[in-house]
């Protein structure tokens, strides 16, 4: 059994110290006893927040739910703040999120009685320099038998707060545990009181969720629970909707085997959610049926999809962006017989430099999900190389060896549209070859460009961002969906 830490022990410490008691509680105690290193440290109390403000000056309060953030001296991420907590009851959720009054408890029995699960509902206590667990509820058996148990009546513990449906299936993901009968049948008759919790919450658990060693048995409980209707509905729209002879599985299934793969390798969330998301669109892009239907334009369909999705579960702008990005381009296109070293500058452009090694691990989820042995064959390993070769190449305007004002200078002009046009053109240039980056070659196109009326100067610059925006050079090598890579 591992150590408690010290940082912890020295708190529990100086409560007592002036004679209040004081536990180890919650999930951090549920980890202890499996041996995992919790992600945090919490410690019940029976000093109230006053109190426990005058024992630990360094300190963040919330007054409102009995909560002291005690800063420590620690290095460790997880023990640089202790959340210490007084007893408490809580009496009606009107809202199914918070209690209407949260009055102090006088025992940790009671205290623990308001939790959510028996494996929650475990206290340790040092008593004779030994640690004591107070179990009142069977936590440690439910822990045994590997089950997720709601504390007392499960329909009551979801209706004070309804993210406890969610926190159930998660916890069952994360742990590879089951849930106890009248728990699950709790957790699908109370299903649609997750739409009283803030989309923020919703986010935050279903992350934790998706970032879990089993996040596709936790997004299947909860398709079965009702409770994915109010999380991702779209992800519904894919069950059972078969695929062509390239997948082996329906759009749902697959979604779900890829994201395990993710999860698998510990791809980090980016790759995980894009790795849920990358075919969302595909039913409402499917036409014909059997191995020769097809989902022409689900990516871009599906990048926009994402968005709102990301959006309505309040992800950051951040997140979404290259959530988004990973989805859009996932299809790109590589064969090393036929697609040019420009092609990939352009994907390069699209997706960026510090994207592409997520895009690339997305690919590897995409073709485990469909059923390939191969999550990185030879020619995404070549693909690989030729990456390395141009990434050095400028794929951008800024790399470019004129900019702006050597335009201004060259023309004699002053700053207006003209001059974007021109590096639009310029780079286009450059992306088909690089050598073309050079002063003498840019400077001299760069006067014949100056010839040109606006109108054709335009229609010239369209034209190029239309090249720079290509992911794969020729669109009908996208729209035939030759994207396997073998």
């Known amino acids: ?83 210490i907590t007084t007893f408490r009851t809580e009496e009606k959720y009107t809202d ?43 936590g440690q058996k439910d822990l045994k038998a590997k089950t997720i148990k709601a504390v007392g009546n499960p329909d009551q513990r979801f209706k ?37 919790v803030s989309q923020e919450r919703i986010r935050d658990e279903f992350t934790k969720l998706i970032m879990s060693k089993n996040p596709s048995l936790g997004i299947e409980l909860l398709r079965e629970t009702d409770l994915l209707r109010y999380v991702v509905p779209e992800l519904l729209e894919g069950y059972k909707i078969g695929q062509n002879k390239h997948h082996l599985y329906d759009v749902y299934d697959h979604s779900l085997r890829s994201l395990d793969y993710a999860a698998q390798k510990g791809y980090n969330k980016y790759v995980r959610m894009s790795a849920l998301l990358h075919d969302i669109a ?47 381009y996932h299809l790109f296109y590589y064969d090393a017989q036929e697609v040019t070293e420009s092609s990939v500058r352009r994907l390069l452009l699209n997706v960026g430099k510090e994207n592409l090694e997520e895009l690339v691990q997305l690919r590897t989820c995409d073709r485990i999900g469909s059923g390939c042995p191969k999550a990185m064959p030879y020619k995404l390993r070549h693909f690989l190389y030729i990456v390395e070769k141009v990434s050095q190449d400028p794929i951008n305007s800024s790399n470019l060896k004129i900019d702006g004002k050597d335009i201004m200078g060259i023309l004699k002009t002053s700053p207006g549209p003209r001059i974007g046009w021109i590096l639009n053109i310029l780079l286009s240039d450059v992306l088909n070859d690089p050598e073309d980056n050079n002063k003498k070659y840019l400077e001299s196109k760069t006067k014949e460009l100056g010839q040109l009326d606006e109108q054709k100067l335009e229609k010239l610059s369209r034209i190029a961002k239309e090249k720079i925006g290509q992911v794969v050079g020729k669109r009908d090598e996208m729209t035939k969906q030759k994207y396997w890579v073998s």
């Open 1 to 83: 059994m591992m150590k408690i830490p010290k940082e912890v022990i020295e708190i529990i410490g100086k409560l007592e110290k002036k004679k209040f008691q004081a536990f180890i509680v919650g999930g951090c105690v549920r980890d202890y006893l499996q041996n995992i290193t919790p992600n945090d440290w919490d410690i019940a109390t029976s000093a109230i927040p006053e109190e426990i403000s005058k024992i630990f000056p360094k300190n963040y309060t919330d007054n409102t739910f009995g909560t002291v953030r005690v800063l420590t001296k620690s290095k460790e991420e997880n023990l640089k703040e202790i959340e």
């Open 96 to 138: 199914k999120r918070h209690p209407d009054k949260v009055s102090w408890a006088e025992t940790i029995e009671a205290d623990l009685s308001r939790r959510d699960f028996t494996i929650n509902a475990i206290a340790l206590r040092l008593k004779d320099d030994k640690w004591e667990i107070i179990d009142p509820f069977s």
């Open 160 to 196: 004070e707060d309804a993210l406890r449906l969610m926190r159930a299936i998660r916890l069952a993901a994360a742990l590879g545990f089951t849930i106890e009968n009248k728990t699950y049948k709790a957790v699908k008759d109370n299903s649609s009181s997750l739409k009283h």
């Open 282 to 328: 595909k039913p409402r892009t499917k036409a014909g049926q059997g191995k020769d239907s097809t989902f022409y334009g689900h990516e871009i369909i599906g990048a926009k999809m994402t968005k709102q999705i990301l959006s309505r579960l309040r992800f950051s702008n951040k997140e979404i962006e290259k959530i988004t990005k990973l989805v859009r």
